[in-house]
């Protein structure tokens, strides 16, 4: 059914197997990770190279977004 769905609305399928190969993956050392740091999420802000990670991770996900509303801003309004 869901596959049905996909087809319907264009989804493409490589993105959604490979999050269902390396989701369950992510999530336990997701778990890890918090069980080594007691709980506290600072043990993924407490390594440069982790803070530089996220803000890679950051800078892919929001730069594409704010680049295109800035180009739409940019435009001149035609009348």
């Known amino acids: 059914?869901?596959?049905?769905?996909?087809?319907?609305?264009?989804?493409?399928?490589?993105?959604?197997?490979?999050?269902?190969?390396?989701?369950?993956?992510a999530e336990a050392q997701f778990r890890n990770a918090m069980s080594?740091?007691?709980?506290?999420?600072?043990?993924?802000?407490?390594?440069?190279?982790?803070?530089?990670l996220i803000a890679?991770?950051?800078?892919v996900l929001l730069l594409p977004r704010l680049f295109k509303r800035w180009q739409q801003q940019r435009r001149p309004q035609s009348a």
Not at 1 to 25: K, W
Not at 36 to 52: D, L
Not at 56 to 59: D, P, Q, T, W
């Open 1 to 25: 059914m869901v596959g049905v769905l996909m087809r319907r609305f264009d989804f493409p399928t490589a993105p959604v197997i490979v999050g269902m190969i390396l989701g369950p993956l």
């Open 36 to 52: 080594i740091g007691e709980g506290s999420a600072m043990v993924f802000v407490q390594r440069p190279m982790s803070v530089a």
């Open 56 to 59: 890679v991770i950051l800078a």
